[in-house]
Structure formats: C-alpha cells, structure tokens
C-alpha cells in the first residue's frame, strides 16, 4: 500500500513531463497519448474522475449493472479522487481536452463497449428471430437506449465539476479549433477533433515543445467489431429532432460555426436512407 501511495505521489503530484488529456471519449485522443509519448511525456488519460464513462453511457441498459458493479464504480470513484487531489496540489497543471460533432461521436461511442447492447438484446428477445438481431435492430436500440446527451453536456457535468472553469465563459477560435484557458495552477488547451491534424503548431506552443508531430491512430479499424461498425453507420438516418437536440445545444454553438453545424446536419440527411426510431429524449 505504502509503495502505491508513493508511485501515486511521485507521478500524479511531481512528475515534470505529465499531461492530463481529459476528454469524453472518441475524439481522437488515443492518436494525441501515443503521439505525446513518444515525446517523453507521460499523458493521463483520463474520461471521468466520477464515474466509468461506459456506466454512463450504457446507464439504460440492465447488464451494465454486471459490466460496471456498484463495487467497481466505487472503486473507479475513491481512486480517480486521490488522482484528481494529487494533479490539483501540482504547482502547474497542463489539461488538454478534445471535442468531436455528437453524432459520429455517439455512433462510435456505441460500439465501444458493443458488448453491453448486445447482451441485452439478447436477454429481452429472441434471438433466434433475424428481425431481433440484424442491424436495424441495433439501430433502434441505439436510438432509444443510448445517452445520446453525455458529450453535449461533459463540459457542465464533468469538466466544470472538476476544476471550476465554464468554458463556455470563455471565447473560442472556431475558425481556427482552438483556445487557451488559464485559471490558477490550471492551464487548459482544447481542441476540435476536425482540427486536430492542423493543430501540431498549437500543441507544440502550449507544452512549450521544439518540435511535434501527431501520428493518427485509427483504432476503429482495428477493432473486433468495425466491419459490422462499417455497415451500423450506412443506411441510417436521424430524425430531425435529433438532429436538432444535438446540433442546436450550446455545445455546438460554441465550437462550431453556422456553417460546420449545417455541414454536419447535410452529411446525416443526404447520405442516409432509413427512418429513425423514436428518439429518447430522457438521458
């Protein structure tokens, strides 16, 4: 135990060359980590200092009750708090964060713990029905039961929960898929996700680095699932009233100009063809 608490001290609380990278998960992160290794920075990554962020996003369906037990999700709770404690006694914190449009995010998302759907579809139907099983049947499920409002609403819950900064207080280049907030020990980069290959200049600046180069990491191609993930994403179509809960929020008027949001809404009117299934709107 002793040897833990010292490891925790001497990485979270001294380590020189540590780099939060705290965001809501599927914004290109995983390319930033590496990338930043490679470097010789050690980057936390980290999605939550409150709860797994599969509990939340698979928050409606009954076997993430299995997944993610009340004994793991205290467990994940008491120690993301001893890391939080040890990075805010830090005499400078360097935090950057990551955003992505919600709609590819959420789809991607879906599939990250693909396993938790699956399980309960299969537990409340007949599976031996094609109709219960096929992928339009994922579809509706994905509508109907995902939390479809955790990446809208992560700078509110978790974000300003965590260091008392509303980002939204604070202008954004949304030209440019970028801005720098300081407050205290805490200096925060975020970033847009469709902008992060053309903010290699902007990473080097902030951590003070000669030079950098991000190396993108695809890792949905390398998954289990992406050959069924490929065809989940074909042929479907969001109704207007998602579309518009997720693209009207205020997370997307602040990220995100006129133009991109409309670009986004287009992508997802013209390249799709089957109808929604009605859309939860109580997550």
Do not use: C
């Given at each position: 135990?002793?040897?833990?608490?010292?490891?925790?001290?001497?990485?979270?609380?001294?380590?020189?060359?540590?780099?939060?990278?705290?965001?809501?998960?599927?914004?290109?992160?995983?390319?930033?980590?590496?990338?930043?290794?490679?470097?010789?920075?050690?980057?936390?990554?980290?999605?939550?200092?409150?709860?797994?962020?599969?509990?939340?996003?698979?928050?409606?369906?009954?076997?993430?009750?299995?997944?993610?037990?009340?004994?793991?999700?205290?467990?994940?709770?008491?120690?993301?708090?001893?890391?939080?404690?040890?990075?805010?006694?830090?005499?400078?914190?360097?935090?950057?964060?990551?955003?992505?449009?919600?709609?590819?995010?959420?789809?991607?998302?879906?599939?990250?713990?693909?396993?938790?759907?699956?399980?309960?579809?299969?537990?409340?139907?007949?599976?031996?029905?094609?109709?219960?099983?096929?992928?339009?049947?994922?579809?509706?499920?994905?509508?109907?039961?995902?939390?479809?409002?955790?990446?809208?609403?992560?700078?509110?819950?978790?974000?300003?929960?965590?260091?008392n900064i509303d980002v939204y207080n604070y202008p954004f280049h949304k030209e440019e898929g970028y801005t720098v907030i300081e407050k205290g020990n805490v200096e925060v980069l975020l970033l847009t996700m469709e902008k992060l290959n053309e903010a290699e200049q902007i990473i080097r600046d902030f951590l003070d680095m000669e030079e950098f180069t991000l190396t993108n990491e695809n890792m949905g191609e390398q998954k289990w699932y992406q050959s069924v993930y490929k065809e989940f994403k074909q042929n479907i179509q969001p109704s207007e009233e998602y579309l518009n809960a997720l693209y009207d929020s205020k997370y997307m008027k602040h990220f995100y100009t006129n133009d991109e949001v409309e670009t986004f809404k287009g992508k997802y009117r013209e390249e799709t063809h089957t109808p929604t299934p009605s859309f939860s709107t109580t997550n």
């Open positions: 135990m002793l040897k833990k608490i010292n490891y925790f001290n001497q990485t979270y609380r001294k380590r020189e060359n540590l780099v939060l990278i705290h965001q809501m998960g599927k914004v290109g992160s995983t390319s930033l980590t590496k990338s930043l290794k490679s470097y010789g920075y050690l980057p936390l990554h980290i999605h939550s200092f409150y709860s797994p962020i599969s509990y939340e996003m698979y928050k409606n369906y009954h076997a993430i009750k299995f997944y993610r037990s009340p004994l793991h999700r205290l467990n994940y709770f008491l120690t993301k708090q001893l890391v939080l404690k040890l990075l805010k006694s830090r005499k400078k914190l360097k935090v950057i964060s990551i955003v992505r449009e919600p709609v590819s995010r959420n789809l991607s998302m879906y599939f990250q713990a693909f396993h938790v759907p699956l399980m309960d579809i299969n537990s409340t139907t007949d599976n031996r029905q094609e109709a219960n099983t096929n992928l339009q049947a994922f579809r509706n499920d994905f509508f109907q039961k995902f939390n479809h409002h955790y990446g809208i609403n992560w700078f509110d819950n978790e974000f300003k929960r965590t260091w």
